[in-house]
Each structure stands twice: as structure tokens, then as C-alpha cells.
């Protein structure tokens, strides 16, 4: 939605290049993992998840990568487009009682013609 | 695809009203979540509810409550609006319950406080 990325880290990548974007989780005992996209005065739309069980996970020009030693999750894009210039961010799922999610702030991608 | 919606994209209140937020899903869900999003921070939740007539808070419940009547229905109350609850407010719903739910959000309110 707008203002949601008045403090976000940006990334720029120029057309039909390849983007990734990090994600640093809290929860060592964090077991599942979203990814979505929000784009301008929308609501988040969910990309592709992956399970602790998992390293690396695809989807279409999406692929989730998990590194659960050092609490990395990274989502990389093939082959950018001007449709995937959003604001990205991940959520990992605890259990506090009950399950939750903690999501993290964001990264905004632009995509340069 | 899973359908969520809100009544409102924008709405601007004054100080001390009350105020409803509306979430629909068209999906038979049982789960239904209100976070909000605010500028540097992740979104947050304020309430939830795993079935009809059941409510669960969040992390940050002060100042909201809600009500779920119907199952495909799920609104968000501010008792007495002040101008810290002006945020984009988010609904979303998922099937499971627990972990593994894959959450889907509506396309957000934004609500100002005057």
C-alpha cells in the first residue's frame, strides 16, 4: 500500500536481468516460510512458500532459497520484468502459543527498462 | 483464486468515533486475521479468529475489537478511533489452521484519524 515503503531498502535492476532479495529470519525454530509481493495500493500477494524441510523450492521465475545455519531466506527472479516492481517480504511462521507469523519489512524492487 | 475483500480502500475518520472495518472471503475459510501496516515496521496483528464466533488477540489487540458473526465475514472495531490507529489496515484469511497456513490478504483499508 502507499507509504508502506517510505523506509524500505531498494533494489534496482535493469530488464531481463536476474534479482534476488534477502530476507534475514529471527526464529531459529521457524519451520515455515512465505514469500509475498505488494504492489502499490495493494494488498500482499503470496509468491511461494517453503518448508524448513527444504533448501530450495521453484516456482515460475521464482525459486526460494533457504539457508536455516545462518537464518537466510532469499528469493530470486529470473528474468525481471516491469510487472515485478513491488515491495517483497518475507514471513516466517512461530509458534507462540499458537502459530503465527512474523513478517519482515520489506525490500522494493524497481525494475529499470 | 481466493477472493478477500474490504469494504473500504480509504477512509478518514474523526477523533472518538467508532469506527467498522469489513472483511469478506469467498472461499470458505475457516481462519481470518486484521493486521496493520505501518511505514519500517512488518505488519503486525490485532486480532484473529479460527472459527465463528471465536476471537484470538494478537500482538497487538489495545484499542480494537472484533466480531465474527458469519464465517466468510470478519470485521475489525475501533471503539473510539485516536490518530495512532491511522495505518493501512490489512484482512486476510487461509484455510488451515496452525502451521503451514497460507495466508491471503485483502486489498487493504487506509485508514486516516483526524
Known amino acids: 500500500g502507499e507509504n508502506v515503503g517510505l523506509h524500505l531498502p531498494t533494489l534496482s535492476v535493469q530488464e531481463g536481468d536476474n534479482s534476488i532479495i534477502n530476507c534475514a529470519y529471527s526464529?531459529?525454530?521457524?519451520?515455515?516460510f512465505i514469500w509475498y509481493k505488494q504492489e502499490s495500493g495493494k494488498g500482499p500477494q503470496f509468491i511461494i512458500d517453503i518448508r524448513s524441510n527444504m533448501d530450495k523450492r521453484q516456482g515460475q521465475r521464482v525459486t526460494v532459497l533457504l539457508n536455516k545455519t545462518v537464518k537466510h531466506l532469499s528469493l530470486q527472479i529470473a528474468a525481471t520484468q516491469p510487472g515485478d516492481s513491488a515491495v517483497y517480504f518475507c514471513a516466517e511462521s512461530v509458534f507462540s502459543g499458537t502459530y503465527k507469523y512474523i513478517f519482515g519489512t520489506g525490500t522494493r524492487l524497481k525494475v529499470l527498462a | 483464486d481466493v477472493k478477500v475483500t474490504q469494504s473500504s480502500r480509504y477512509l478518514v475518520k474523526r477523533t472518538g468515533e467508532k469506527v467498522f472495518l469489513e472483511c469478506v472471503q469467498d472461499m470458505d475459510h475457516e481462519n481470518m486475521f486484521w493486521y496493520r501496516q505501518d511505514p519500517g515496521l512488518g505488519l503486525r496483528l490485532i486480532y484473529f479468529s479460527y472459527d465463528v464466533k471465536m476471537k484470538e488477540k494478537g500482538d497487538i489487540p489495545e484499542g480494537y475489537s472484533v466480531s465474527r458473526e458469519k464465517k466468510e465475514r470478519f470485521s475489525l472495531i475501533l471503539e473510539s478511533a485516536s490518530t495512532n490507529q491511522t495505518s493501512m489496515y490489512l484482512c486476510a484469511s487461509s484455510q488451515l489452521a496452525g502451521n503451514y497456513n497460507k495466508q491471503f490478504f485483502g486489498p487493504g483499508t487506509r485508514l486516516t484519524v483526524l
Open positions: 526464529n531459529s525454530a521457524s519451520d515455515y
